[in-house]
């Protein structure tokens, strides 16, 4: 098969996928007790209940990419023969090698399922990646050609100077 460029774009895609599973998973799960912040009244969640959804919502989504790696390395199994790796961020990795495999498979709504779950589960990988970091607007559209996102510029802990969409994710260096 000739690797297109929507398949180079699902293996960047899986790839960052992996990178980013890798980086969510470090995260401390562990509730902190803020003491001493003050908040302004009205509704608001009870002390310590934030972190605690927050622990849980990220647990909920390394399983269900845990969940998809699983059946994506399955399916290569079942239909290619290779040899299926231990570890989620590895699956990924290999799912990404094989990426026109899925994209072109004769059961379409197998190919149009797996793009769509790729989607989601980068969305919220990269939301749950970069929780606490300050996205800036810079105004500037996207510079892949397929994209309609906008450059932001990150602040916070362990990000660089470069510009990112805010939709595909693709790097702009600075």
Do not use: K
Not at 47 to 62: K, N, S, V, W, Y
Not at 150 to 174: H, I, K, N, Q, Y
């Amino acid at each position: 098969m000739t690797e297109t460029t929507s398949a180079l774009n699902v293996r960047d895609d899986l790839r960052e996928l992996a990178e980013r599973y890798e980086t969510v998973a470090a995260l401390d799960l562990a509730p902190e007790a803020l003491e001493g912040v003050r908040t302004a009244p009205g509704s608001r969640v009870p002390p310590g209940a934030q972190e605690i959804l927050d622990a849980d919502e990220i647990r909920r989504a390394l399983a269900e990419v845990d969940d998809w790696a699983e059946f994506l390395v399955h399916v290569l199994v079942d239909e290619l023969g290779v040899t299926a790796p231990d570890s989620t961020p590895a699956r990924l990795r290999l799912a990404g090698e094989h990426a026109a495999h899925f994209i072109d498979h004769h059961d379409e709504l197998l190919a149009l399922a797996f793009l769509d779950d790729l989607r989601d589960h980068l969305r919220t990988v990269r939301r749950l990646a970069s929780h606490g970091v300050r996205h800036i607007p810079t105004w500037h559209r996207c510079t892949r050609s397929v994209c309609d996102g906008m450059l932001v510029s990150t602040l916070g802990e362990g990000t660089d100077a470069s510009l990112r969409c805010d939709r595909c994710g693709a790097v702009v260096p600075f």
